[in-house]
């Protein structure tokens, strides 16, 4: 049974400037996971959702990555203002955002660029 009813991972993992990989962290990762964790305390969620740092998930050319348990629902290049709407439809209403949300062109994509980079 999960401690959480929501559990956000949200990468920050940082590479140095000439990785060829992107990171999180540089695309805004840590300020997308301080206001997971503003409207968490905002709505007086704290023990019951949690949003922590993760390290890398292994999807870095489409970052930010966040995930979301225990219904593993991930989202992609996400910007500093979808935030609030990953919040209250899919925190608030177990909703995800299908527009945001990962799906099987995401992983493709990403297979792409892995292919391009190597
Ligand atoms: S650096 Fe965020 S998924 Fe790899």
Same mark, same amino acid.
């Given at each position: 049974m999960s401690k959480y009813d929501k559990h956000i991972f949200i990468c920050v993992n940082e590479r140095p400037d000439n990785s060829k990989r992107g990171s999180c962290s540089k695309c805004g990762g840590a300020d997308i996971r301080m206001r997971f964790v503003q409207l968490i305390n905002e709505y007086g969620l704290k023990g019951i959702i949690r949003a922590n740092k993760s390290g890398c998930l292994d999807v870095c050319e489409l970052g930010p990555v966040v995930v979301i348990y225990p219904d593993a629902v991930w989202y992609t290049k996400?910007? $500093? &203002?979808d935030v609030d709407e990953i919040f209250n439809s &899919?925190? $608030? &209403? &177990?909703?995800?955002?299908k527009s945001l949300t990962a799906d099987k062109n995401t992983w493709n994509e990403l297979q792409l660029l892995k292919e391009m980079e190597s």
């Open positions: 996400v910007k $500093l &203002n &899919n925190i $608030l &209403n &177990n909703k995800p955002v």
